[in-house]
């Protein structure tokens, strides 16, 4: 199997080791597979968009979802390291408001299947990080919404040093916190 797929506690959002076949050259690995991806994880999506970023050490960008048109995403990164999160905004769901966060970089090439009805974020932890995401549905920013990055009653566990403060976009710093936030069903 080209991936080894690990579950999360929030059971939908999965991690993803692509097999990388080094040798004194370098490396190579095959980021996507479709046929792959679909055996692998169960889930069967068909991404219409791809999407890189680059940002520098401290910034944090999210938390972000489409209300209509939720975007699954299948992110990575492809220099530098971040922490990864999702949170579950399915009022439905057993798991709603809860968090899950990993490390993902260059060097350990994990990819992070984040399905829709989720929250996504990432804070850069590296100098500068590239970011890699393919989406399911296309960008439509009158159904964006950002979530309170910091609102304590999710509680995420941001890895910031000495209580830095991270560099937000102007919508990110005026998210609402869960208990106003638009959510899904």
Same mark, same amino acid.
């Given at each position: 199997?080209?991936?080894?797929? @690990? ?6 959002? +999965? ?6 076949? #080094?040798?004194?050259? *370098? ?53 530098? @390291? ?6 579950? +905004? ?6 709603? #408001?809860?968090?899950? *966060? ?84």
């Amino acid at each position: 199997m080209p991936y080894t797929v @690990t579950p999360t506690a929030l059971p939908e959002v +999965l991690i993803l080791q692509p097999q990388v076949h #080094g040798d004194t050259r *370098g490396f190579f690995l095959e980021s996507f597979n479709q046929r792959d991806f679909e055996r692998a994880t169960g889930v069967q999506a068909q991404f219409v968009q791809d999407n890189h970023s680059l940002s520098r050490r401290g910034v944090l960008r999210g938390l972000h979802y489409q209300l209509q048109r939720p975007q699954g995403r299948l992110v990575r990164v492809v220099a530098g @390291t971040v922490f990864d999160v999702a949170v579950d +905004l399915r009022r439905s769901s057993a798991h709603f #408001g809860k968090w899950v *966060g990993a490390i993902i970089s260059a060097e350990n090439h994990q990819q992070i299947w984040i399905p829709p009805g989720f929250a996504h974020g990432f804070l850069v932890l590296s100098e500068t990080a590239e970011f890699l995401y393919k989406t399911t549905d296309y960008y439509a920013p009158e159904y964006e919404r950002s979530l309170l990055w910091n609102d304590p009653d999710i509680g995420i566990a941001w890895p910031l040093e000495n209580g830095q403060t991270p560099l937000l976009a102007a919508k990110d710093a005026a998210a609402c916190a869960l208990a106003q936030a638009d959510c899904y069903a």
